[in-house]
């Protein structure tokens, strides 16, 4: 199931304690064209709330949250080459995969996260 944070993370939560996690498509309109994604290693722990990468835009570099806390299984290689793959579809190029996923109290629905994007 997909969630959402405030800062426009998002976690794809399996039953197997899995996830997924990536920046909005929210998020990567208001950034701009990404130009660098700086990811975690495999193995860092990561913290809800916690800064965990960066990405680099024509315009600034932001960090990017973790909505869960877990320990990184996975990242997304392919970022490293071609961050702009963010801009193509938010969805689909995740930054990293976790183990061991919690999800922390406040984390949006897409339904709820699309209206709070309303409140904008």
Same mark, same amino acid.
């Not at 199931?1 to 800062?7: E, R, V």
């Not at 426009?8 to 994604?37: K, P, R």
């Not at 080459?81 to 109290?105: C, G, H, K, M, Q």
């Given at each position: 199931?997909l969630y +959402? =944070?405030?800062?426009?993370?998002? =976690?794809?939560?399996?039953? !197997?304690?899995? =996830?997924? *996690?990536?920046?909005? !498509? @929210? &998020?990567? %309109? /208001? ?5 660098? #994604?700086?990811?975690?290693? #495999? ?8 800064? +965990? &990468? ?5 315009? =600034?570099?932001?960090? #990017?949250?973790?909505? *869960?806390s877990g320990?990184?299984? /996975?990242? %997304?290689?392919?970022?490293?080459? %071609?961050? &702009?793959? *963010?801009?193509?579809?938010? $969805?689909?190029?995740w930054f990293?995969?976790?183990?061991? &996923?919690?999800?922390? !109290? ?5 339904? /709820? @996260?699309?209206? $709070?994007?309303?409140?904008?």
């Amino acid at each position: 199931m997909l969630y +959402f =944070a405030k800062s426009h993370e998002w =976690a794809n939560l399996n039953e !197997d304690g899995t =996830a997924t *996690i990536g920046i909005s !498509d @929210y &998020a990567q %309109n /208001e950034l701009g064209d990404l130009v660098f #994604v700086n990811l975690p290693e #495999v193995g860092d722990e990561l913290s809800s709330g916690e800064v +965990f &990468a960066d990405v680099e835009s024509v315009k =600034a570099v932001s960090d #990017v949250y973790s909505p *869960i806390s877990g320990t990184v299984e /996975e990242i %997304n290689e392919n970022l490293l080459d %071609n961050p &702009a793959l *963010i801009n193509e579809s938010a $969805y689909d190029a995740w930054f990293v995969r976790v183990s061991n &996923a919690t999800l922390p !109290d406040g984390l949006m629905t897409k339904e /709820e @996260y699309e209206h $709070y994007l309303a409140t904008l």
